[in-house]
């Protein structure tokens, strides 16, 4: 005789979440074709920020067309500033403010500058920031060494040129041995440096706008060089002047990285694939009252074709109504089996969430015995996946995987429910808020002193799926289904959050990839590794962010178009 059998356990063992962390890795490879942003925002009426920037940077002209990096911010730094501080809460305004300053005493140290005393007077709209060479002097006898250059446009030359003057008379007090170099017209002044170490840069005044800042006063000379003959400049090359064509004109930065340049100045393990497959990636930077948002463009390198993608849809994903209005996680789209595709053909690039993925694939391949067109083949509908965040802050996250009835779901399903038996698992139907469910469900016995038969049969609920309308439902425990039944009282799409979250976007579109940072930040841990690179990458941007959302705009054979919304804090 056995005891009155245990209430169902939802204990998820990692191999059925593994499932859901590479749908994560699916969606976001697709939907991520950039992740870009500087600064934040912002002069009188500070808001009036959101109508400048019409224009491409002219600093790009002292760019070589070699350059691995270049950013331009295409409007004034105080502006910048003086948007944020009025767009956040007067609580939170002493801490952006703190935040403003560290961003321009991080910019300028070792430099010997100071930013409110030295640039602030005659800094115009416009600074742009290259890297201009893995190795600006060629020489491997002395290691390779990156060349830096920054460009700042003056909006009062009388008052930049005092700057300079300035600047290197206080340098030669302090003991530093000044060079001063007429360059094609232009005088460059530099030093070894002085008694107290300071790493000083080589500066120039060129005309009577642009004041030049490099590590090293050949990456000046050769700055003033592509001036004189713009054939050498980046400005002239086609990838720069294809991917700048695909931006509105309205934009307030503008980002680019060549790919191949690129792996001489980082680990080329890391670059070399992404080098082989595409040539550049540009960013156009745009503001409005909540966040900043970075429309991206991919451009195929010479003689690669990027995989043609379906037509993006103009309409609202059907299956995001079963994912919870609270979830921190959540995406929406059509056709894994095309997604499959073109991660088949374009994940390899990306070298850390490629490694993710095949791992994840290899451990459900062994454990599951799932091939990859389990998977995803049977996908080619709607579909939606959405996090729920656990009440304990240690515990794992749940999942709700949506997808639409098609003619091979049916078959599929079954496909689960037989690896479920191979597995040992029972099949186990049950009624749950009136809706008729299936539970993979791990049965054992563990002895009971207390019972009078010695034995208490406990149930471990490992996976959870149930058939609505046009829908089929995956969920990691009983409770996840339940948030999913629930969910289409108060779905996502209709959360204020998450309308917030995607109004910046163009239609049509892929769908969406959406996170809630903070909750992502504090449930994640070493769980998610899309959030622990996004933390790696863009720490600083992502300090002040309430979500962010991805999309894509669909590819065409050389060029894959996208775009990421950062909504901010406090707004």
Known sequence: ???????????????????????????????????????????????????????????????????????????????????????????????????????????????????????????????????????????????????????????????????????????????ANLTFEQFAGVKIIYSEGNSTGTQLPAMALVGSRFVLFANHPKVLREAINNVQAPELGLSNTAAYQRAIEQFPKRQMGVAFVNFAALSGLLDKTQVADLSQRYESLAAALKFDRQGLLADTVLLAASGQTLPTAKPPIDRSVGALKF???????????????????????????????AEFVDRLQTDLEARWSLQPEDLFDWVTGEFALGMVAPIERKAAPDWIFVTERTSETSEQIARFDEIAGDRGLSIVALTLDDQAVTTWTKLSTEANSRSSAGVDLKAEVQGVRASVGKYEILATSVEAMRQALNARSEPITESENFEQAIAALDRPNDGYLYLDWPTIERISGDRIPLARLARIAAKPVLENVRSLTVTSYGSEPTLQRGAVYFRLKDT
Do not use: C
């Not at 609270?326 to 969430?353: C, H």
């Open 323 to 353: 994912i919870p209005a609270k979830s921190p996680l959540a995406a929406g789209g059509e056709d894994l089996r095309q997604f499959r595709t073109e991660i088949a053909q374009g994940i390899s690039p990306y070298k850390p969430l």
């Open 1 to 175: 005789m056995v005891s009155t059998p245990a209430p169902l356990r939802s204990n998820t063992p990692p191999r059925l979440r593994a499932f859901f962390y590479l749908l994560i890795a699916i969606v976001a490879t697709l939907l991520l074709a950039g992740l870009g942003g500087l600064v934040w925002l912002a002069s009188g009426n500070p808001f009036t920020v959101l109508n400048s920037g019409d224009r491409a940077p002219a600093a790009i002209v002292f760019v070589p067309r070699q350059a691995p990096a270049v950013v331009s911010l295409l409007v004034n730094p105080d502006r910048l500033e003086a948007f944020r501080l009025a767009s956040v809460r007067p609580a939170e305004r002493h801490r952006a403010r703190q935040q403003f300053d560290r961003l321009k005493q991080n910019l300028l140290q070792r430099t010997g500058l100071n930013y409110e005393q030295d640039i602030r007077p005659w800094i115009g709209n416009e600074v742009t920031f290259a890297v201009t060479a893995p190795d600006f002097d060629r020489d491997s006898t002395n290691g390779a060494q990156a060349g830096y250059l920054l460009a700042i446009d003056s909006r009062d030359s009388r008052q930049a040129r005092e700057f300079l003057q300035l600047f290197w008379q206080k340098q030669a007090i302090a003991g």
